[in-house]
């Protein structure tokens, strides 16, 4: 079973068209993430959600919003794709949004923007 | 505020050897600290962890880490290196104060590559 699932783990798409991409987690926790990874591996959060409230709001243009239906699914929908945009998209949840919480990560959803 | 400075974008090493890959935190509070690894196209998975607790940490697959505060140092370190450990390994660091928010700071990663 797997515990942190995102879909799709491939996405490609043009400029300017808006596209989506899921997560769930099966393991019971408050807290989910979005998190952008760039060309060059480096992490960055974007969004979180405890119990479908958003809690962290990174400066992320508005172009990309999150919702959280549940507290287990976490989805991005992204408006007016841009080049810039490119990069490996990860969800995680944790059992608690304070520090020393660990973070369990899908396996990451991978957009190219053409 | 919080960092993570990598010191070391690439590590290469023969299997067998030791490995080090080094990280320096700066925290204005007491961290927690965390080592994450990421094989090719998978999600990170955490490998250990800090929390004020004992200062050499032990992970999973043979890693430990030493927290030294006199150095604002977490190093990873593993005695003998196995082919199944390439892969990308980041550092992070957690404010420990609640009302951060669990917000955690990664380091640009290091690649860590092991020879035959």
């Known amino acids: 079973d797997t515990a942190v699932s995102q879909t799709p783990k491939y996405l490609v798409t043009q400029m300017g068209n808006d596209k989506s991409i899921k997560c769930e987690q099966n393991?019971?926790?408050?807290?989910m993430y979005w998190y952008k990874q760039d060309s060059k591996k480096f992490l960055k959060i974007m969004f979180s959600?405890?119990?479908?409230?958003?809690?962290i709001n990174e400066t992320v243009p508005n172009r990309f919003s999150p919702k959280s239906p549940d507290k287990a699914h976490l989805n991005l929908h992204i408006n007016s794709l841009e080049l810039g945009d490119s990069a490996v998209y990860f969800c995680?949840?944790?059992?608690?949004?304070?520090?020393?919480?660990?973070?369990?990560f899908g396996e990451g959803s991978r957009l190219t923007v053409l | 505020a919080q960092s993570v400075t990598q010191l070391d974008s690439h590590v290469s090493v023969s299997e067998g050897t030791p490995v080090l890959l080094r990280c320096n935190y700066s925290?204005?509070?007491?961290?927690?600290l965390f080592w994450y690894v990421q094989h090719p196209n998978k999600g990170l998975q955490l490998l250990l962890k800090?929390?004020?607790?004992?200062?050499l940490v032990k992970g999973i697959n043979g890693f430990e880490a030493e927290f030294k505060k006199s150095e604002t140092s977490f190093h990873l370190t593993k005695p003998s290196a196995h082919m199944s450990d390439a892969a990308e390994y980041f550092c992070?660091?957690?404010?420990?104060?609640?009302?951060?928010?669990?917000?955690?700071?990664f380091g640009r990663g290091t690649q860590l590559t092991v020879w035959p």
């Open positions: 995680a949840s944790s059992q608690a949004i304070t520090a020393g919480g660990e973070l369990f």
């Open positions: 393991l019971g926790h408050d807290t």
């Open positions: 959600y405890n119990n479908k409230e958003l809690i």
């Open positions: 925290s204005s509070y007491s961290p927690s």
């Open positions: 800090y929390t004020s607790a004992a200062t």
């Open positions: 992070v660091v957690s404010d420990s104060r609640g009302s951060t928010l669990g917000r955690l700071y």
